[in-house]
Nanobody, 118 residues
C-alpha cells in the first residue's frame, strides 16, 4: 500500500492551499484517512481525520479554517486549507488506517511541505 500526497507549497498568510492524498495497493477497506503535521524537533500532531462514515475530527487550531473531505471511490482524502497562518507552516503527512490482505494496518505518505509567509 502506498499513499501519494501532493499540493503543498508556499503561500502568503491569509491564502489557501489544497492537499490531496490517494491510497493505492492491496486495499480492502479504509477505516480512516487523515492529515498530520510536524515541525522540526516537535511531535507529529493531528490536523484532521475523516472516517469511513464521513465523520470528521479537527485540531482546535484549524477548526473553521481547514476542511477535510474524502472520495471513497478513489481512496483519496483532501484537505482544503483557508486563512492560512505562518504557524501552519509544517510538513504535512497523509495517513490511513486500512485493511489489507495482511489485516488492519496504518500507513503514512511522504510529507509535503506547507510554508506560509507573513
Amino acid at each position: 500500500v502506498q499513499l501519494q500526497a501532493c499540493g503543498g507549497g508556499l503561500v502568503q498568510a491569509g491564502g489557501s492551499l489544497r492537499l490531496s492524498c490517494a491510497a493505492s495497493g492491496s486495499i480492502r477497506v479504509i477505516s480512516t484517512m487523515g492529515w498530520y503535521r510536524q515541525a522540526p524537533g516537535k511531535q507529529r500532531e493531528l490536523v484532521a481525520v475523516i472516517a469511513r462514515d464521513g465523520s470528521t475530527n479537527y485540531a482546535d487550531s484549524v477548526k473553521g479554517r481547514f476542511t477535510i473531505s474524502g472520495d471513497s471511490a478513489k481512496n483519496a482524502v483532501f484537505l482544503q486549507m483557508n486563512s492560512l497562518k505562518p504557524e501552519d507552516t509544517d510538513v504535512y503527512y497523509c495517513s490511513a488506517f486500512l485493511m489489507t490482505t495482511d489485516g488492519w494496518k496504518s500507513f503514512w505518505g511522504r510529507g509535503t511541505q506547507v510554508t506560509v509567509s507573513s
